[in-house]
Structures are given as C-alpha cells and as structure tokens.
Nanobody, 123 residues
C-alpha cells in the first residue's frame, strides 16, 4: 500500500555533503510523520531524524545535530535528509520510514520502510 524509495547515497570524503531523498507513494503521506534511520555493520538500526506530518517539528540524533537537516515537501511526497560535514562514523545504510502515529526514536513505531541507500564516508 505504501512504498518508500531512497536515493542519493554514495561515497564521499570526510567533510563533504550528501542529500538523501525519499520518494513516497500513498494518499496519506501528508498526514504521516516520517523518519530516517541508519544501520552500520554489526550495529542496531539507529534513529537519525524525524519530521512531523506538517513539517513544523523535527528531531535529531544528538551526534548529527547541526550537521543534518530533515525536510519534506508534501506536495511532492518527498522527504529529504541533507547531510553536511560528514564523518566516517556516519557510514551506514540509511533508511526512510513512515511512522504509525507520532514519530519516536523506536523502529517499532514505523510500519513502512524503504530499501535503504548506502552512505560511505572516507577519512
């Protein structure tokens, strides 16, 4: 019923930038809180950022505050994660996700996920 497709991942040097996009299908996108998560090898899936359905409220993992920005365009059914000042520790597969209700930091709060896009930051 809902499909999420991430794009924009790639290889970048430390200090560089990447812009991840999530294209969403579904009529209820404009009323759905959205989030970005990431998962590095051997690690649990980790909350990165979330945005309310209206775009008026955002939340971030402490380690990415000031470097990453989440935004959305409800007219285009897209969510964007702008990542600046990237560090090798940001290397992971990044996933876009749709929340069941109000977005939280828990993966259990999201019922639809994209396929993931690889972000690799070299030192």
């Amino acid at each position: 019923q809902v499909q999420l497709v991430e794009s924009g991942g790639g290889l970048v040097q430390a200090g560089g930038s990447l812009r991840l996009s999530c294209a969403a299908s579904g009529r209820r996108f404009s009323s759905t809180d959205m989030g970005w998560f990431r998962q590095a090898p051997g690690k649990e899936r980790e909350f990165v950022a979330a945005i309310s359905w209206s775009g008026r409220t955002t939340d971030y993992l402490d380690s990415v505050k000031g470097r990453f920005t989440i935004s959305r365009d409800n007219a285009k059914n897209t969510v964007v994660l702008q990542m600046n000042s990237l560090k090798p520790g940001d290397t992971a597969v990044y996933y876009c996700a749709a929340a069941k209700g109000v977005a939280t930091h828990s993966v259990r709060n999201y019922d639809y996920w994209g396929q993931g896009t690889q972000v690799t930051v070299s030192s």
